[in-house]
Each structure stands twice: as structure tokens, then as C-alpha cells.
């Protein structure tokens, strides 16, 4: 469900003056969709859907393991072929991956499952670290949260930054993480500053971040100068 809240919170409706998108989910069997949360989805689209799609994004399942059935890898296949743009979030990795999509292409999926991706599918070049992969018409995307960074990337890539950027504030979330950016942190992170004129500073640049923060600025604010500040 948080795969799902994700792309329909980045791709569904927005306030005035943001983009909206004919977005729908689509599945091979059209019904209620058991989900993690217990609680069943409503899908009432097929995979005809696809034919027609700028984007199509598989999304993380329960049942990853076992590949999807013929219908599903013939549609993905299908839209690729047409000219559709392909993404996956998390697992959804190893649907593209078994529709052979990926075959000689890099690609990510959540951390604790890349060992695996790379086990099954030997001809994908898996990166476990990256938070997404952009190899042109197929883009594939980290778990969870990284979602976000994937979506936020795509609409970056075809509308621009400031439309991604308009959306990420609606979101109140970073507008742009780079995809090669680690998917955790194996030590911990530091404490706050404990220089008190450093320290103001940091939090001035925190409330200011949509504003240039040439290190001139930071380094008068902090009474520094700029080659002892930097």
C-alpha cells in the first residue's frame, strides 16, 4: 500500500497550477486486490491499459518470488516495444527483470532483495546501493520511501525541475535526491553541531534553502572568513 500511495500522491491529482495525470491502476485480474495492510484495493483496470501508457510502473507484490504470470511479462513486453516509458519500484524490479527487460542493463531493488534479483536474473548488472537507475527508457527504483525519489526523478527528467520541485513542496518532501546516493547509512549520524556560530548558521541555510547559499554568505553570517569557513 505504501508502493501505491506513492505513485498516486506524486502522479494523481495535485492543487491548482500543478500537473495532473491520467493515472489508473491496472491488473491481470481485475477485482479487490488482497494488500499488506489487510485491507483490499479496488482494481477494476486490465493490462489492456498498458497499450496506451506514457509510463508504467510495476509496483513491489507479495508474491515477488515467484515470477508473474504470461499475460502480465507479454504486457510489459508489449509496452516497452511501443515505445512506453518502464519503471519499477522495489521488487517491482523483478517483474521487468523476468519480462527480460533488464537483460544487460543496470538496475536496483530494495537492498535486503538484490542478492537475490542477481541470483535469478545473471544477465542483470544489480547495483544494491543506488536509490535509482536511469538507463534511458527504463528506470528502476530502491524500496520504500525511495519511491518517492524515483517518481520525484521521472517527473524531474520530463517536465523540468521546477515542476517536480512545485510537487515535492505540496508533498513537503526533498525535491531531489541523486540516485546514486546510498539506500542507508551504515554509521550513525553525527550530532548537531556544537559550535554555537556554526551552529546558527545551520539552521539560517535550513530556513533559506530556496535561496543561493554562497559560502560568502555563510561565512559572514558565521564571522568567518571564507577559506577558514569552507
Same mark, same amino acid.
Given at each position: 500500500?505504501?508502493?501505491?500511495?506513492?505513485?498516486a500522491?506524486?502522479?494523481?491529482p495535485h492543487?491548482?497550477?500543478?500537473p495532473?495525470?491520467?493515472?489508473?491502476?491496472?491488473?491481470?485480474? @481485475?477485482?479487490?486486490v488482497?494488500?499488506?495492510?489487510?485491507?483490499?484495493?479496488m482494481?477494476a483496470?486490465?493490462?489492456d491499459r498498458?497499450?496506451a501508457?506514457?509510463?508504467?510502473?510495476?509496483?513491489?507484490?507479495?508474491?515477488?518470488r515467484?515470477?508473474? !504470470?504470461?499475460a502480465?511479462?507479454?504486457?510489459?513486453?508489449a509496452?516497452?516495444?511501443?515505445?512506453s516509458?518502464?519503471?519499477?519500484h522495489?521488487?517491482?524490479?523483478f517483474? /521487468?527483470?523476468?519480462?527480460g527487460?533488464?537483460?544487460?542493463?543496470?538496475?536496483t531493488?530494495h537492498?535486503?532483495?538484490?542478492?537475490?534479483?542477481a541470483?535469478?536474473h545473471?544477465d542483470?548488472?544489480v547495483?544494491p546501493?543506488?536509490?535509482y537507475?536511469?538507463?534511458?527508457r527504463? $528506470? $528502476?527504483g530502491?524500496?520504500?520511501?525511495?519511491?518517492?525519489?524515483?517518481c520525484l526523478?521521472?517527473?524531474?527528467r520530463?517536465?523540468?525541475?521546477a515542476?517536480?520541485?512545485?510537487?515535492?513542496?505540496?508533498?513537503?518532501l @526533498?525535491?531531489?535526491r541523486?540516485g !546514486?546516493?546510498?539506500?542507508? /547509512?551504515t554509521? @550513525?549520524v553525527?550530532e548537531?553541531?556544537?559550535?554555537?556560530r556554526?551552529?546558527e548558521?545551520?539552521?539560517?541555510?535550513?530556513?533559506?534553502l530556496h535561496?543561493?547559499? @554562497?559560502v560568502?554568505? /555563510?561565512?559572514?553570517?558565521?564571522?568567518?572568513?571564507k577559506r577558514?569557513f569552507a
Open positions: 500500500m505504501l508502493a501505491v500511495g506513492i505513485v500522491e506524486v502522479f494523481g492543487g491548482e497550477g500543478l495532473g495525470f491520467d493515472f489508473v491502476l491496472c491488473t491481470d485480474r @481485475p477485482g479487490p488482497p494488500t499488506d495492510l489487510g485491507v483490499p484495493l482494481v483496470d486490465g493490462l498498458l497499450a501508457a506514457d509510463l508504467v510502473i510495476a509496483l513491489p507484490w507479495a508474491g515477488f515467484t515470477p508473474p !504470470g504470461p502480465v511479462l507479454d504486457a510489459l513486453s509496452a516497452n516495444e511501443s515505445g516509458l518502464l519503471a519499477a522495489c521488487v517491482g524490479t517483474a /521487468l527483470a523476468a519480462a527487460l533488464l537483460d544487460g542493463r543496470r538496475a531493488t537492498w535486503r532483495f538484490a542478492e537475490l534479483l541470483h535469478r545473471p542483470v548488472v547495483d546501493d543506488a536509490l537507475i536511469d538507463e534511458g527504463i $528506470t $528502476t530502491a524500496g520504500a520511501a525511495a519511491g518517492f525519489d524515483l526523478h521521472l517527473l524531474r520530463e517536465y523540468g525541475a515542476m517536480a520541485n512545485a510537487v515535492a513542496r505540496d508533498m513537503v @526533498p525535491s531531489h541523486d !546514486g546516493q546510498a539506500q542507508y /547509512l554509521s @550513525p553525527p548537531d553541531c556544537q559550535d554555537e556554526l551552529a548558521v545551520l539552521a539560517w541555510a535550513r530556513e533559506h535561496e543561493p547559499l @554562497p560568502a554568505e /555563510l561565512a559572514r553570517r558565521a564571522v568567518m572568513s577558514s
